[in-house]
Protein backbone atom coordinates (compact mmCIF):
# COMPACT_ATOMS: atom_id res chain seq x y z
CA UNK A 1 0.00 0.00 0.00
CA UNK A 2 1.54 3.72 -0.26
CA UNK A 3 0.03 7.22 0.00
CA UNK A 4 -0.42 9.89 -2.50
CA UNK A 5 -0.67 13.49 -1.30
CA UNK A 6 -1.56 16.44 -3.83
CA UNK A 7 -1.22 19.72 -2.98
CA UNK A 8 -3.45 22.11 -5.01
CA UNK A 9 -2.43 25.49 -3.26
CA UNK A 10 0.35 26.96 -0.46
CA UNK A 11 -0.38 27.24 2.66
CA UNK A 12 0.72 30.24 4.45
CA UNK A 13 2.43 28.38 7.22
CA UNK A 14 3.93 24.46 5.89
CA UNK A 15 4.39 22.03 8.95
CA UNK A 16 6.46 18.94 8.00
CA UNK A 17 6.63 16.02 10.55
CA UNK A 18 8.93 13.28 10.40
CA UNK A 19 8.08 9.96 11.73
CA UNK A 20 10.69 9.05 13.82
CA UNK A 21 9.79 6.33 15.57
CA UNK A 22 9.14 2.23 14.01
CA UNK A 23 6.75 -0.57 15.27
CA UNK A 24 7.02 -4.07 14.13
CA UNK A 25 4.72 -7.19 15.44
CA UNK A 26 6.77 -9.98 16.04
CA UNK A 27 5.90 -13.22 17.86
CA UNK A 28 7.02 -13.46 21.48
CA UNK A 29 9.46 -15.97 22.38
CA UNK A 30 6.99 -16.96 25.54
CA UNK A 31 3.95 -18.51 24.28
CA UNK A 32 4.29 -17.36 20.59
CA UNK A 33 2.25 -14.36 21.35
CA UNK A 34 2.18 -11.12 18.92
CA UNK A 35 4.41 -8.51 20.60
CA UNK A 36 4.68 -5.06 19.22
CA UNK A 37 8.24 -3.65 19.10
CA UNK A 38 9.10 -0.47 19.36
CA UNK A 39 12.18 1.69 18.77
CA UNK A 40 13.54 5.02 17.91
CA UNK A 41 14.46 5.83 14.67
CA UNK A 42 18.26 7.63 15.10
CA UNK A 43 19.07 8.29 11.44
CA UNK A 44 20.39 12.13 10.89
CA UNK A 45 17.38 14.01 8.57
CA UNK A 46 18.78 16.29 6.01
CA UNK A 47 16.74 19.14 5.32
CA UNK A 48 17.37 22.23 3.52
CA UNK A 49 17.21 25.67 4.68
CA UNK A 50 14.98 26.62 2.14
CA UNK A 51 12.03 24.27 0.32
CA UNK A 52 10.35 24.84 -2.88
CA UNK A 53 7.05 22.99 -3.57
CA UNK A 54 6.72 25.18 -6.96
CA UNK A 55 7.00 21.52 -9.01
CA UNK A 56 4.62 19.63 -6.75
CA UNK A 57 2.03 22.02 -6.71
CA UNK A 58 -1.26 20.86 -8.99
CA UNK A 59 -3.22 24.11 -8.97
CA UNK A 60 -2.70 27.68 -9.83
CA UNK A 61 0.39 29.21 -8.85
CA UNK A 62 -0.14 32.94 -7.82
CA UNK A 63 2.07 33.26 -4.56
CA UNK A 64 5.17 32.38 -3.39
CA UNK A 65 5.66 28.53 -3.38
CA UNK A 66 9.25 28.93 -1.41
CA UNK A 67 8.97 28.23 2.51
CA UNK A 68 12.31 28.68 4.51
CA UNK A 69 13.20 26.28 7.77
CA UNK A 70 11.71 27.79 10.57
CA UNK A 71 12.16 25.82 13.76
CA UNK A 72 13.27 22.28 14.78
CA UNK A 73 11.75 19.93 17.05
CA UNK A 74 14.38 17.52 18.64
CA UNK A 75 13.59 14.47 20.93
CA UNK A 76 16.55 13.54 23.48
CA UNK A 77 15.93 10.07 25.65
CA UNK A 78 14.03 6.60 23.55
CA UNK A 79 10.62 5.65 23.95
CA UNK A 80 10.20 5.23 27.58
CA UNK A 81 11.53 8.47 28.65
CA UNK A 82 13.17 11.82 27.04
CA UNK A 83 12.30 14.99 26.36
CA UNK A 84 11.88 17.68 23.37
CA UNK A 85 14.36 20.47 22.94
Known amino acids: AYKKISI ?6 LCVNFKRFSTTIGKSKVKGRAV ?9 VDFPISFDLGGMI ?28
Open 8 to 13: WSTPDV
Open 36 to 44: ARRRKIDDP
Open 58 to 85: KGSQDVSSTYDLFGVVYHMGDLGSGHYT
